[in-house]
Nanobody
C-alpha cells in the first residue's frame, strides 16, 4: 500500500532553514502529486506547497512564497520541502500528502497522508 514518511523536523531559530523530506512508497509509477500541508496548534490544516509528478509545476501558499521551495527526486521516491527565512508563525506539524489524479491545494483532494513532522521556530 502507499506509505509516506516525513522527516527533517526539529527546532530552528527564526531566520534559519530546514529541509523536510517525504519518502514515498507503494505507487506503481511516478505519476503522483505531492502536497505539503501544515497544522499549528488550535488552527486548521493549511496548504503549503504542491508539486506535479514531473516536478515541472509547483504551487505555493502566499504565506510561504519566496521562502519555501518544493522539489522531488523520482529516482529516490522522495519529495523535499526547503524552509528558509523561518518565522515563529511557521511553527506547525508538517504533513506530506499524495494523490495520483489531482494537482491541488485542497487537502480533501489527497488520498494518502504521512504522520507528520514537527517544526518549531523559536529562539
Amino acid at each position: 500500500q502507499v506509505q509516506l514518511v516525513e522527516s527533517g523536523g526539529g527546532l530552528v531559530q527564526p531566520g534559519g532553514s530546514r529541509r523536510l523530506s517525504c519518502a514515498v512508497s507503494g505507487f506503481t509509477s511516478d505519476y503522483y502529486v505531492i502536497g505539503w500541508f501544515r497544522q499549528a496548534p488550535g488552527k486548521e490544516r493549511e496548504f503549503v506547497a504542491a508539486i506535479s509528478w514531473s516536478g515541472g509545476s509547483t504551487m505555493y501558499a502566499d504565506s510561504v512564497k519566496g521562502r519555501f521551495t518544493i522539489s522531488r527526486d523520482n529516482a529516490k521516491n522522495t519529495v523535499y520541502l526547503y524552509l528558509n527565512s523561518l518565522k515563529p508563525e511557521d511553527t506547525a506539524v508538517y504533513y506530506c500528502a499524495a494523490d495520483s489524479s489531482v494537482y491541488s491545494g485542497l487537502s480533501s483532494e489527497y488520498d494518502y497522508w504521512g504522520q507528520g513532522t514537527q517544526v518549531t521556530v523559536s529562539s
